[in-house]
Every structure is written in structure tokens, then in C-alpha cells.
């Protein structure tokens, strides 16, 4: 079992920034790509970002390309999220996952853990 836990999350006003990260614990296997994603109220689960193992492959959704950067340190199991220039839209639920496949990958079916989640909230 996989065990991760997000934090950074919080209320910001629209332009600013902000960092989430992700913490793996528990029985991590690699080399295993992860992602995060966002639910805002009354919608599904969505794609922003998701990361290879190497680090080398990275997907974004095109509503925060040029905005937000997925990275990760191996040695820290950790996967972080840099959010900046947010905007109003950008709040929802922000939620890290990983899954078993060393590629990234857009679809959440594909993941086979998840976080609780932390919650950014923009205001303009």
C-alpha cells in the first residue's frame, strides 16, 4: 500500500503563487510516473500535470502550461507543484496520484493511488 500526502495548499489571492507537495510513504515501487490533479466544485476530476520517473517526460494540461511546473526528487519521494500567476478558476481540490506505469500519463483511470487532497482557493 502507497501512502501520499499533499500540503501547500491554501487561499491566495488571483496573480500570486503557490508550491504543492506530494509525499510518498508506505510500500513506493518504482520506477512509477505521478500527477496531479483538480476537482472544483460540481466537476470531475482533471488533468494538470504528471511527471516520468526520470523526470524527463512531462505533461500539462493546456489550462496551466506556462503557469504551473511539475517536478520531483526521487530521494525524497516527493513530487511537487508550482503554481503561478493563478487565476480564480485555478481553485479546486488538488489532488497527487501515482501509478504503476514509468510514463506519464493523462488519464486518472490509470492511477492506482491517490492523496486526500489540499484545497487552493484564488480569489480575484
Known amino acids: 500500500q502507497v501512502q501520499l500526502v499533499e500540503s501547500g495548499g491554501g487561499l491566495v489571492q488571483a496573480g500570486d503563487s503557490l508550491r504543492l507537495s506530494c509525499a510518498a510513504s508506505?510500500?513506493?515501487?518504482?520506477?512509477?510516473?505521478m500527477g496531479w490533479f483538480r476537482q472544483a466544485p460540481g466537476k470531475e476530476r482533471e488533468f494538470v500535470a504528471a511527471?516520468?520517473?526520470?523526470?524527463?517526460?512531462?505533461y500539462y494540461a493546456d489550462s496551466v502550461k506556462g503557469r504551473f511546473t511539475i517536478s520531483r526528487d526521487n530521494a525524497k519521494t516527493t513530487v511537487y507543484l508550482e503554481m503561478n500567476s493563478l487565476k480564480p478558476e485555478d481553485t479546486a481540490v488538488y489532488y497527487c496520484?501515482?501509478?504503476?506505469?514509468?510514463?506519464?500519463?493523462?488519464?486518472?483511470?490509470?492511477?492506482?493511488?491517490w492523496g486526500q487532497g489540499t484545497q487552493v482557493t484564488v480569489s480575484s
Open positions: 508506505g510500500r513506493t515501487f518504482g520506477p512509477n510516473a
Open positions: 511527471i516520468s520517473w526520470s523526470g524527463v517526460i512531462i
Open positions: 496520484a501515482v501509478t504503476r506505469a514509468a510514463a506519464p500519463l493523462r488519464s486518472r483511470d490509470r492511477y492506482d493511488y
